[in-house]
């Protein structure tokens, strides 16, 4: 197994992509909850070789505004439970949002609102896998791993503002 991983300057902070045997696994932003350490992520390498251009080429689309959806292949590692919410999250559409009940409730489990909010939160593949547009019961914004201003800021991108500082 090849671990390697590029720094990628995003609006919101830099951005750490990660990649084992060629695949993206992994989407960090800085002082992510959950983010693993930095020895974990292989050898760096420049954002422009494989995978990571295409990523950083969809990334910037997205930032700008012109893309919704994502075309990458991607390698989540997770428990079942974990791959099936982060499956979930990928339906959610660009620019909707839905709670963690809802969410879970569309996997068939219910009463597992909370299990799906830990399971969200240790999403290894942020923005990409669109963990931030889960929202709490009221509608509220909470518990992004990547900091609330962030979750704020991507919502609002998709909902057609441009977010304070994006450029």
């Known amino acids: 197994m090849t671990t390697t991983h590029a720094h990628l300057d995003g609006p919101y902070g830099t951005l750490t992509l990660v990649a084992v045997d060629g695949t993206l696994s992994g ?10 350490p930095e020895e974990t992520f292989g050898a760096r390498v420049t954002p422009d070789e ?27 590692a ?11 999250l990928s339906t959610i559409r660009y620019g909707e949002t ?5 969410l879970a409730a569309q996997l068939g489990k219910p009463n597992a609102s909370r299990a799906v909010g830990l399971a969200n939160g240790k999403n290894p593949i942020g923005i990409v896998v669109p963990c931030h547009r889960v929202v709490g019961a009221n509608g509220s914004l909470t518990g992004y791993g ?22």
């Open 50 to 76: 494989a995978p990571f251009a295409e990523a950083a080429r969809q990334l910037g689309e997205y930032f700008a505004g012109e893309r919704h959806t994502f075309d990458l292949p991607l390698r989540l």
């Open 98 to 102: 839905r709670t963690y009940g809802e």
């Open 146 to 167: 990547g900091g609330l201003d962030r979750k704020r800021r991507l919502l609002e991108l998709e909902r057609g503002g441009v977010p304070e500082g994006l450029f």
């Open 27 to 36: 989407l960090y932003m800085t002082e992510q909850r959950h983010r693993p």
């Open 78 to 88: 997770g428990t079942p439970f974990q791959r099936r919410v982060w499956e979930g």
